[in-house]
């Protein structure tokens, strides 16, 4: 028969592992901690029964009942493995963290303990140099899939609004992947026109028309050894689609003006704002292209989905202004950014800030520094929408909701559409509505 787990045993495997690892009981409490765990994140009195949770997220209940992903009630149900990305407490501050929680079984095969490996974020651990900041739940999701989809050489595709970070994005893939030390190429897809495509992306031979005097190397060969990073990809006419599929599956190209084959060798991510799916179905966009591309879609969330973050990107932006003097915002104008929904998202917000530093004499930006629709959107903080005390017609309320809207509302009309569920359209008829009325 084979003997009962000991834990004595088990916590003298602990130190025998490279990175920090805790043992947790199925009460969430802390058992023991190795010496990675402690030269990382402090000494941990395990005599005081503290759960994991209260340690890693100093929550009062497990990550689950405050709205996280709690590896450790997940491998419980699935009796499997759990990885996650949380965003851990440590004595250097917030940390995102790749947490990977492994069950330990008994002589009888039932979940005894939980092995709970952390290791560093890949990702999230350059973030102050590439300036993916932020600690929402929304963006720790988005970290969680650059961590999984980087190592790998999987096809990535971002997807997102303007101004989201999508270059920021795919730098950090190609950072926490096994071709860092190759090249990062970026390839504006929106910029090149059908008589550019394939000596911009192939190279051509010297010759090969008019104005060729030299060969010249494409961006694919640049590629070599790294990765090639093709943004506005749905901007690609689809003319031009079946050259670029044809060298996703044979991974060859010619250059303009040759007849030898080059190999290529390249990790690909591309990233788009439009709906790549909608195009595909409008025979705009081909249905092969699309899935040798998707492999691994990422959605980057909006800046108005992570509003928690605008602090600290505030924060991060102005350190690296360039302004004479660091700048700071005051309450009122922080009030105000967090208020905007940033129709331009993070791109908007660097740009504002930027704008503000010059205008602000002082140290300290102000409300009246920023552009008038950011202040448009403070200014009744305080302003509620009142049901009345009837019962009213749900069209009468929606009339009546539709006003207060208008008039609380000074922004973009797309965007009043997009927050409020309705098409451009459908927002515009039920204005002309409301005029006639």
């Not at 009942?65 to 759990?82: F, I, R, V, Y």
């Not at 965003?87 to 995102?96: I, K, S």
């Not at 060859?252 to 790549?276: I, K, M, N, Y």
């Not at 959107?377 to 009345?388: I, K, M, N, S, T």
Request: with cysteine; glycine share 8%; aromatic share 6%.
């Amino acid at each position: 028969m084979t003997p009962p787990v000991q834990l004595p045993s088990l916590t003298a495997l602990l130190d025998a592992l490279p990175h920090p690892a805790v043992l947790i009981g199925l009460d969430y409490r802390v058992l023991a901690a190795n010496a990675g765990y402690r030269g990382r994140y402090g000494e941990l009195d395990t005599g005081k029964g503290l759960h994991c949770y209260e340690v890693s997220h100093h929550y009062s209940r497990p990550c689950d009942q405050a709205g996280e992903t709690c590896p450790l009630k997940n491998s419980l149900a699935s009796g499997q493995p759990q990885r996650v990305l949380h965003l851990h407490y440590t004595p250097r501050g917030e940390e995102h963290v790749d947490v990977e929680t492994l069950p330990i079984r008994d002589e009888r095969g039932e979940i005894a303990f939980f092995l709970e490996v952390l290791k560093q974020s890949g990702v999230a651990g350059g973030q102050e140099g590439l300036g993916l900041v932020g600690r929402s739940k929304a963006f720790t999701r988005m970290l969680g899939l650059i961590e999984r989809v980087a190592p790998s050489d999987a096809a990535a595709l971002l997807l997102g609004e303007s101004g989201t970070g999508k270059e920021l994005a795919a730098q950090a893939i190609h950072d926490a992947s096994k071709r860092a030390r190759g090249p990062f190429v970026p390839v504006d897809c929106s910029g090149l026109t059908e008589t550019l495509f394939e000596s911009e992306l192939f190279g051509h031979e010297k010759g090969a028309f008019t104005g060729a005097h030299n060969r010249k190397l494409g961006l694919v060969e640049a590629a070599r050894g790294g990765t090639l990073f093709l943004d506005e990809v749905g901007d690609i006419p689809l003319a031009l689609q079946v050259k670029l599929l044809r060298l996703l599956e044979t991974a060859t190209f010619r250059r303009v003006g040759s007849v030898e084959p080059q190999q290529a060798d390249f990790r690909l991510v591309c990233a788009t704002h439009r709906e790549l799916k909608a195009m595909v179905a409008a025979g705009e966009f081909r249905q092969d292209l699309y899935y040798r591309i998707s492999a691994f879609p990422i959605d980057l969330p909006p800046l108005r989905e992570r509003r928690e973050d605008v602090a600290l990107l505030a924060d991060y932006l102005l350190k690296r202004a360039g302004a004479e003097r660091p700048k700071r915002l005051s309450p009122q104008a922080m009030k105000c950014l967090e208020s905007y929904a940033f129709p331009g998202n993070v791109r908007e917000l660097r740009n504002l800030l930027e704008r503000a530093c010059l205008l602000a004499d002082g140290d300290v930006i102000l409300p009246e520094h920023l552009p008038a629709d950011c202040q448009c959107e403070l200014a009744r903080p305080l302003a509620h929408f009142d049901f009345g005390a009837e019962i009213s017609p749900l069209d009468d309320i929606e009339r009546r909701y539709l006003r207060w809207v208008l008039t609380l509302y000074h922004g973009d009309k797309r965007e009043l559409a997009k927050r409020l569920g309705l098409s451009e359209r459908t927002l515009y008829r039920k204005v002309k509505a409301l005029d006639e009325g």
